[in-house]
C-alpha cells in the first residue's frame, strides 16, 4: 500500500527536520537473543556499508539536521571501524550514543571510544543473575561482560542508560534489575516490554506476559520511580497486548527519525520491511534527504490523510497516529488499519484473546536468533 500522489503532495509540505538517525551497522552479534527484532533475513557482512559509506551517511544527515546519532546493530562493537565512526560523528558535531550488549567490548576499547568523542552508553541486559541473562542471551559469560563493560564506561567518564527488555520469563525480576541499574551508576534505565516483531514473533508463547505480571510491572515502575527521584530516571514501555490505547509509534510515521540498515536500505522505522508493500531506496542511489522527503515509503503514513475510520474522526489520531503500521500489518493484514492494541479496533477483542492464550501456554525451549 502506498499513498495516493496527492495524498502524498499534502502531506509533503509538513514534513519535518528529523531529529534522530539510528545507524543500523551491522547484524553480526555473539548474543542470540529469542526476542530479537533484526530481520529474520539478516545482512552478510559483505554487503555492509564500508566505514566511508557510513561516514558519508554521517555527513547527509547532519546536514539534514540530525542531532543524535544512535549506533545500533547487532552488535556495533563487531565493526573493527567502530573508533573511527565516532570520530566521525564527533567532527560533525552529532550526539552519539552507543547501543550495545557489552560483548566484543573491551577497557581498552571504551576507553578509546570516549577519547574519540562517544557521548553515551546503551548497555543492555536480559535479567540479574549469571544463569538468567544468559540463558535468554544464548551466551555464555555474557552477564558478567555486561558488569565489567559498565565499570568501564563508568571509568571513562560516560555517561550510561541500561536497556532492559523485559518478559514472560524474566519481568518478576524488573525491580531487581532497575537496582541493578543503580547500582552500576546508571542515569536511566530503559524498561521495554517485548515487542513482538522479528525472532519474538516466534517466541511467544514463550516471552508473553501475563496480564497480571503486565499490571504488576506498570504499579512496580511507578513505585520505583517514586523511590529514586533524583537518582536515575525510569523510561517505561508497556505491554501493548493488555493496553487500550496504542502507543504513538516512532513520534509519528516519517516525522522525528529514521534508520539506515546495514546495506544501506533508509527506513521509517526498525521493523518497517515487515510491509510487505513498501520499497525503500538506498543512501547507495540516492540522497538521504531527498529519501527523507519524497521516498514512498515515508511518505506512505505521514500525516493524517491516509487514515482509515475509526482513526480518521478519532480525537486521538494527533496523539498516537494510529498506533504502529507493522502491528496493523502483522495483526490485521493491513498497515493502514487501526493497531488492533487499540480498544476501537474491531479485533482489538481477538488480540487480547490471543494474548491471553499466549501466556497460559507452557513456556517451551526458546527458539534462539540464527540458530
Not at 341 to 349: A, D, I, K, M, N
Request: one cysteine or more; hydrophobic letters at 45%.
Amino acid at each position: 500500500m502506498t499513498a495516493h500522489p496527492a495524498s502524498r503532495e499534502r502531506t509533503a509540505a509538513a514534513v519535518t527536520v528529523p531529529m534522530a538517525l539510528l545507524a543500523e551497522l551491522t547484524h553480526r552479534c555473539p548474543l542470540a537473543c529469542p526476542y530479537c527484532s533484526n530481520p529474520l533475513e539478516l545482512t552478510r557482512a559483505d554487503e555492509e556499508l564500508s566505514t566511508a559509506e557510513w561516514i558519508g551517511v554521517f555527513e547527509q544527515a547532519a546536514a539534514l539536521g540530525v542531532l543524535h546519532l544512535h549506533l545500533s546493530g547487532g552488535e556495533p562493537a563487531s565493526r573493527r571501524d567502530l573508533v573511527e565512526l565516532v570520530a566521525a560523528a564527533a567532527r560533525l558535531s552529532l550526539y552519539s550514543n552507543l547501543i550495545t550488549s557489552g560483548v566484543g567490548l573491551t577497557e581498552t576499547r571504551v576507553k578509546a571510544l570516549a577519547d574519540a568523542g562517544l557521548d553515551h552508553v546503551q548497555l543492555s541486559i536480559q535479567g540479574t543473575s549469571a544463569e538468567t541473562a544468559d540463558r535468554i542471551g544464548g551466551y555464555k559469560g555474557g552477564y558478567q561482560r555486561k558488569l565489567a563493560v559498565a565499570g568501564w564506561v563508568a571509568g571513562a567518564g560516560l555517561p550510561l542508560t541500561v536497556n532492559a527488555v523485559c518478559h514472560r520469563q524474566n519481568m518478576d525480576e524488573l525491580e531487581a534489575m532497575i537496582a541493578l541499574a543503580v547500582e552500576l551508576g546508571a542515569r536511566r534505565i530503559e524498561v521495554a516490554t517485548v515487542q513482538f516483531h522479528g525472532w519474538a514473533d516466534r517466541n511467544r508463547a514463550a516471552l508473553m506476559p501475563t496480564r497480571e505480571q503486565a499490571a504488576a510491572a506498570t504499579v512496580l515502575v511507578a513505585a520505583a520511580r517514586e523511590r529514586y527521584k533524583g537518582v536515575i530516571v525510569i523510561d517505561y514501555v508497556p505491554a501493548d497486548h493488555f493496553a487500550t490505547y496504542p502507543k504513538a509509534c516512532m513520534g509519528g510515521w516519517g516525522k522525528v527519525g529514521l534508520n539506515v540498515t546495514p546495506s544501506g536500505k533508509v527506513l521509517p522505522c526498525h521493523a518497517a520491511e515487515t510491509i510487505p508493500s513498501l520499497t525503500f531506496e538506498s543512501v547507495r542511489d540516492l540522497p538521504l534527504e531527498r529519501i527523507w522527503r519524497e521516498g514512498a515509503a515515508f511518505n506512505a503514513f505521514r500525516g493524517t490523510d491516509w487514515m482509515q475510520e475509526p482513526c480518521r474522526s478519532c480525537e486521538r489520531r494527533d496523539i498516537d497516529f494510529g498506533g504502529c503500521r507493522c502491528q496493523a500489518m502483522a495483526l490485521a493484514g493491513d498497515p493502514a488499519a487501526t493497531d488492533p492494541v487499540c480498544v476501537r479496533s474491531p479485533l482489538h477483542g481477538l488480540l487480547v484473546e490471543a494474548a491471553e492464550r499466549d501466556a497460559a501456554a507452557e513456556a517451551g525451549a526458546f527458539v534462539y536468533r540464527g540458530r
